[in-house]
């Protein structure tokens, strides 16, 4: 098998003023009445997040949102811009109730509808319809990102090692349209940061026949570790893709760095162009409490930089809930019509 080699990368320092992200900053009166809808969505008498009820009142709450935040959300929906990157900042995580020692177990999931529960599902519920894989972290829709004991090495968000530029499953048709991370307690070391490229801004740096290549079927995609596959150790079955998918003047990315392989040397010499590209053109995000970074994960991926857990409850925290636009597309993959793909 071809294995293209990847050194290890280092965070940029973003300069704020010539960073490409998208950024909208919530106000502390908006972030009052978040708190005020979150509160309807939260507490003992309310069903678990995964069930219809309580879905079906979060996709009502979600059109209440501050009308700024459903304009940058709109915004980001027509055109992700140059880094497919929408960072909004200053959203309320807890509201009164104690933040609990960070989870170090694997497949970390909240069912229960927390204040930051509550928050990423509205705010995602506005870019299209929430999902989850019933293979990955049981099927629920709010999943803890968290580093686990015995898991450093691991390529998923489990991992404490450098995790390698992806897209969110790329292996799987149905993908999500939109990846949310939602920063519950930052890093206490301050070295895990959120890495984003985009495809809009590292296609300049890569020649007619490379871009020619990677628009060719000459790369193979495993499912990730999360999906229960050992690192490394794909199906092999699935059929061979193009990268670069669609207009080549403003293509869509399928490729996940650690899971997809190049069927040939040429493919591999295009693919790891590709990554140097990417690399160039990255930009990192140390997320502070309240910042929700959203990625296009049709023109962009995303990793994050090595880091050091403590396993003592004050690791880094963030929740991820993925949407998609079209629910019509993924009912075939969606037995009873439910939001979990089978
Ligand atoms: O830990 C991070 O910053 C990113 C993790 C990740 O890729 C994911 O949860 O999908
Ligand atoms: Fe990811």
């Not at 290890?8 to 502390?28: G, I, K, L, Q, Y």
């Not at 204040?115 to 019933?134: D, H, N, S």
Request: contains cysteine; hydrophobic residues 40%.
């Amino acid at each position: 098998m071809h294995q293209i080699e990847m050194p290890e990368f280092a965070a940029p320092d973003t300069n704020a003023a010539v960073d490409p992200v998208v950024v909208h900053d919530v106000t502390a009166e908006e972030r009052t009445e978040i708190v005020a809808l979150a509160g309807t969505l939260t507490g003992p008498d309310h069903p678990l997040v995964d069930t219809p009820q309580w879905l079906s009142a979060a996709l009502n709450a979600s059109s209440l949102l501050p009308r700024t935040l459903l304009h940058a959300l709109r915004a980001f929906r027509h055109d992700p811009g140059p880094q497919g990157t929408l960072l909004l900042r200053g959203l309320p995580v807890v509201a009164g109730e104690q933040l609990p020692p960070t989870p170090g177990v694997p497949n970390s999931v909240e069912p229960v509808p927390t204040t930051a529960a509550a928050v990423i599902a509205t705010v995602m519920l506005q870019l299209g319809e929430v999902i989850a894989f019933r293979n990955e972290k049981h099927g629920h829709l709010v999943q803890n990102v968290v580093p686990v004991p015995g898991h450093e090495v691991s390529q998923s968000n489990a991992g404490s090692v450098l995790l390698e530029l992806h897209i969110e499953n790329a292996f799987h048709a149905n993908r999500p349209d939109y990846v949310g991370l939602l920063s519950i307690r930052e890093d206490p070391t301050g070295d895990a940061k959120l890495c984003t490229s985009s495809i809009r801004r590292a296609l300049p740096l890569l020649d007619a026949d490379v871009l020619q290549v990677l628009a060719e079927p000459r790369f193979r995609t495993d499912a990730p570790p999360s999906f229960g596959a050992r690192d490394g150790d794909g199906d092999g079955a699935r059929s061979v893709h193009p990268i670069l998918q669609g207009d080549l003047a403003d293509p869509n990315v399928v490729v996940d760095f650690a899971a997809t392989h190049p069927q040939d040397d040429m493919a591999k010499i295009a693919m790891a162009a590709l990554r140097d590209a990417f690399v160039t053109t990255m930009s990192a995000h140390r997320l502070q409490v309240g910042d929700l970074a959203v990625v296009d994960n049709r023109v962009t991926v995303h990793g994050r930089t090595s880091f050091v857990p403590r396993y003592d409850g004050s690791d880094r925290w963030m929740e991820r809930v993925y949407a998609h636009l079209d629910n019509r597309r993924s009912r075939v993959d969606r037995p009873g019509g439910s939001p979990v793909l089978g």
